[in-house]
């Protein structure tokens, strides 16, 4: 049975897929330093004159990014991600290690968060996003249904690389068989998730549940603005919303 998750959410992935992620990840998390063959990342220090002075600032060279708010019409929700994440996990680790606990469970570092990807190849930005909506949500999204919403900074204390935010509406005919939950091959293991539009400001506010700012931003733009009609009507009004059906959200409203 797919777990029981708070804020209405509901899992649109086959199967379940934390557990499965949990049963992959061997025992042991270690850390070691960085050598200087990251394909992702390259710490650096930066040096520079402020005031007649030599000041340093330590930096992450990382690639730009997009992310996207998913809205599907049918559901009166939005598409969201759960993972584990490495660095969340090393965060938590560290956190428990000063304060003399035990190492946390790998579960707490599972984070909800927008469909997203590295802006790493030589594709477009918004081409990018929609093959990350294929991969990682399973739903084919015409290049021109996806719409620019803005463009943040992450980590600008460290990292400063831009973040550029998508706007894409789904439907259950856009859902493609096979595809979504990520790429195995490359350690993915994404679990895509249905949050009711109703529910979604309470699920941004909850701290206990972790989640990446870019999408207490998104979803807090897009519930606005699905609010007040700026993005399109919503489709299913709230009291008669199929999501609360476990039937549907296991019919083809889900990647296979
Ligand atoms: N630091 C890393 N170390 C090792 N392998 C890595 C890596 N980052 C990416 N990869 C590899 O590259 C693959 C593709 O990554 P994606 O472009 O889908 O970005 P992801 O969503 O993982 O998060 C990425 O993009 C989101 C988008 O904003 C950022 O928030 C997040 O920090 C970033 O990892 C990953 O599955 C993994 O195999």
Known sequence: MPEAYPHGLKTLTPGNTIVEALQLLGPGFRLVPLGDNSPYIKPKAALYDFNGKERRWDVVESHAS?????????????????????????????????????????????????????????????????????????????????????????????????????????????????????????GECIEVLALPLESSQEFVLDGSLPKSPGLMFGLTWAYFNKLNGSLGPRAAASASNPLLTEELVLKPVLPA
């Open 66 to 186: 997009v992310g996207v708010v998913l809205y599907h019409r049918e559901l009166d929700a939005f598409v969201i991600v759960r993972q584990f994440r490495p660095a969340v996990y090393a965060s938590l680790l560290r956190e428990a290690e000063v304060a003399g606990r035990s190492p946390p469970p790998f579960k707490a570092a599972f984070t909800y968060e927008l469909c997203a990807g590295l802006i790493d190849k030589s594709k477009s930005n918004v081409e990018i996003c929609q093959e990350e909506i294929l991969e990682e949500c399973g739903f084919s999204v015409p290049l021109e249904a996806i719409r620019e919403v803005g463009v943040g900074i992450a980590s600008a204390g460290t990292q400063g690389a831009p973040h550029i935010m998508y706007y894409a509406e789904v439907d259950s005919s856009m859902a493609v068989d096979g595809a979504g939950g990520g790429l195995l091959a490359h």
